[in-house]
């Protein structure tokens, strides 16, 4: 991400933030600007033009897009009016935004775990990962497939929001890193980052929350658990935040034996 984009993108948070009744229908809007723009260089060009004036970048979104909520025009505008890298990291700012308007909408709800538990689906089904990613297949398609899947598992109405779009709309990325990145979106609007937990047996309660609390204490902030059951680390933890790993696994430590040994 360019140093414009971070400016650019800042901003728009900052209007998201001030704006009074965000909903998940600023969400869909936001979305569907998102798409919209992506998929016509004519209006990605008008709009991540930095050589126009930002009120005619902005006159273009007020026509293109007058039919949207005050609050979603509001932080369009405020978009437009940046100056981004490029075009396409205004839409990636825009999907962003979008996602941060759905947390913001719901906020009582666990979207990053209900983000984290259909990454899991998808990494324990080759086929459907395949069919997902697949150039065959029309978009509506996809997303209605991930809409039946979801609503087996009574997923909330943000995640399936921003789950099917992500989908519908991939633009060459594949989908388990499309949810991680919803996932490091919603933690940072919620204040919190993610820990990634790989643990042979299951957690208790009583051992998630002192996971928790030693990592909140250890990184000055809230922390969130997403657990996955890997029987190859045999015991103890692995853990991942972003780039940072705490392997205290047996299997970690069986290698550096290993390698000890055979040094």
């Known amino acids: 991400?360019?140093?414009?984009?971070?400016?650019?993108?800042?901003?728009?948070?900052?209007?998201?933030?001030?704006?009074?009744?965000?909903?998940?229908?600023?969400?869909?809007?936001?979305?569907?600007?998102a798409r919209a723009v992506s998929e016509s260089s004519q209006l990605s060009g008008a709009l991540a033009d930095a050589a126009a004036p930002a009120e005619a970048r902005q006159s273009v979104v007020a026509a293109v897009f007058?039919?949207?909520?005050?609050?979603?025009?509001s932080v369009?505008?405020?978009?437009?009016?940046e100056h981004w890298s490029n075009a396409g990291e205004m839409v990636d700012g825009i999907e962003e935004l979008a996602i941060r308007a759905a947390a913001i909408a719901e906020p009582g709800t666990d979207?990053?775990?209900?983000?984290?538990?259909?990454?899991?689906?998808?990494?324990?089904?080759?086929?459907l990962e395949l069919a997902?990613?697949?150039?065959?297949?029309?978009?509506?398609?996809?997303?209605?497939?991930?809409?039946?899947?979801?609503?087996?598992?009574?997923t909330s109405a943000s995640s399936t929001l921003i789950i099917?779009?992500?989908?519908r709309q991939p633009r060459e990325r594949r989908?388990?890193?499309?949810?991680?990145?919803?996932?490091?979106?919603?933690?940072?609007?919620r204040g919190r980052v993610v820990a990634t937990v790989h643990t042979a047996a299951p957690l208790t309660d009583a051992q998630r929350a002192r996971l928790s609390d030693s990592l909140s204490r250890r990184y000055a902030?809230?922390?969130?658990?997403?657990?996955?059951i890997d029987p190859a680390v045999v015991g103890g933890l692995r853990v991942q935040i972003a780039d940072d790993v705490i392997d205290g696994s047996i299997s970690a430590r069986l290698a550096d034996l290993r390698q000890k040994l055979a040094g």
């Open 1 to 33: 991400m360019g140093s414009a984009t971070t400016q650019a993108l800042a901003a728009s948070i900052k209007t998201l933030a001030a704006a009074k009744d965000v909903s998940l229908d600023t969400a869909r809007e936001l979305l569907a600007a």
């Open 66 to 73: 007058g039919g949207f909520s005050a609050d979603a025009l």
């Open 76 to 81: 369009l505008k405020t978009a437009v009016a």
């Open 111 to 127: 979207i990053e775990g209900e983000l984290f538990s259909f990454s899991r689906v998808i990494a324990a089904n080759p086929e």
């Open 132 to 154: 997902l990613g697949s150039s065959l297949g029309g978009e509506d398609a996809k997303g209605a497939l991930v809409e039946r899947l979801l609503a087996e598992g009574s």
């Open 164 to 167: 099917t779009s992500l989908v």
């Open 175 to 189: 989908v388990r890193r499309l949810l991680n990145r919803a996932m490091s979106i919603v933690s940072s609007q």
């Open 221 to 228: 902030g809230q922390v969130s658990l997403n657990v996955v």
